[in-house]
Nanobody
Framework: VQLQASGGGLVQPGGSLRLSCAAS????????IGWFRQAPGKEREGVACIVSDGSTVYVESVKGRFTISRDNFKDMVYLQMDSLKPEDTAVYYC????????????????WGQGTQVTVSS
C-alpha cells in the first residue's frame, strides 16, 4: 500500500492549489481517504475526508474553501484549496483507513509523504 501526495507550493493569500494523492497497492473503493496538515509546532490536524460513496467531512476552518474529491478509476484523491489563508500554511498529508472517516490521525493505517503548502505574500 502506497500513497503519494503532490501539488504543494507557494501561493499568495486568496490563491488556489490542488493537491493530489495517488494510491497504489489497493483499491480505493472500500477505504476512507483523509487529508491532514501539520504546521510547525502544532499537532497534525484532520482537514477533510472522503469515502467511496462520496460522503465528505471537513474541519470547520476549511468549509466552503476546500473541496475533497476522488476518482476511483484512477485511484486518485484530490484536495482543491481555494481562498487560501496564511494560516493554511503546513505540510499536507494524505492517509487511508477503513470506512468511516475520522479526524484522528492515529486511526489511519497508511500515510503518504507530505507536500508543503505555503501561503504568503
Amino acid at each position: 500500500v502506497q500513497l503519494q501526495a503532490s501539488g504543494g507550493g507557494l501561493v499568495q493569500p486568496g490563491g488556489s492549489l490542488r493537491l493530489s494523492c495517488a494510491a497504489s497497492g489497493f483499491t480505493l473503493d472500500y477505504y476512507a481517504i483523509g487529508w491532514f496538515r501539520q504546521a510547525p509546532g502544532k499537532e497534525r490536524e484532520g482537514v477533510a475526508c472522503i469515502v467511496s460513496d462520496g460522503s465528505t467531512v471537513y474541519v470547520e476552518s476549511v468549509k466552503g474553501r476546500f473541496t475533497i474529491s476522488r476518482d476511483n478509476f484512477k485511484d486518485m484523491v484530490y484536495l482543491q484549496m481555494d481562498s487560501l489563508k496564511p494560516e493554511d500554511t503546513a505540510v499536507y498529508y494524505c492517509a487511508t483507513k477503513g470506512r468511516p472517516c475520522t479526524s484522528i490521525p492515529g486511526r489511519y493505517n497508511y500515510w503518504g509523504q507530505g507536500t508543503q503548502v505555503t501561503v504568503s505574500s
